[in-house]
């Protein structure tokens, strides 16, 4: 019998610690893993029209 493998995103140390600055500082938590990116800007730009935004969407892409 073969098991069917689920796409589970992988949760690591470094992922963790991404997240836990992400909640504080939501750039801070993309930048660790995009650099300069897309990703970064449109954080950027949502954390300073709003801090909740810029947190679900840095939550959002560390976990995708």
Same mark, same amino acid.
Do not use: H, N
């Given at each position: 019998?073969? &098991?069917?493998?689920?796409?589970?995103?992988?949760?690591?140390? !470094?992922?963790?610690? &991404?997240?836990?600055? !992400?909640? @504080?500082?939501?750039?801070? $938590?993309? @930048? =660790?893993? %995009? !650099?300069? $990116?897309?990703? @970064?800007?449109?954080? #950027? #730009?949502?954390?300073?029209? $709003? %801090?909740?935004? $810029?947190?679900? %969407? !840095?939550? %959002?892409?560390? =976990?995708?």
């Amino acid at each position: 019998m073969s &098991q069917k493998e689920t796409s589970k995103p992988k949760v690591d140390a !470094a992922t963790i610690v &991404q997240i836990i600055l !992400a909640i @504080f500082l939501p750039p801070l $938590g993309v @930048f =660790l893993r %995009y !650099a300069i $990116g897309m990703e @970064f800007w449109i954080c #950027l #730009l949502l954390t300073i029209l $709003g %801090y909740l935004p $810029g947190i679900i %969407y !840095a939550i %959002y892409v560390l =976990l995708l």
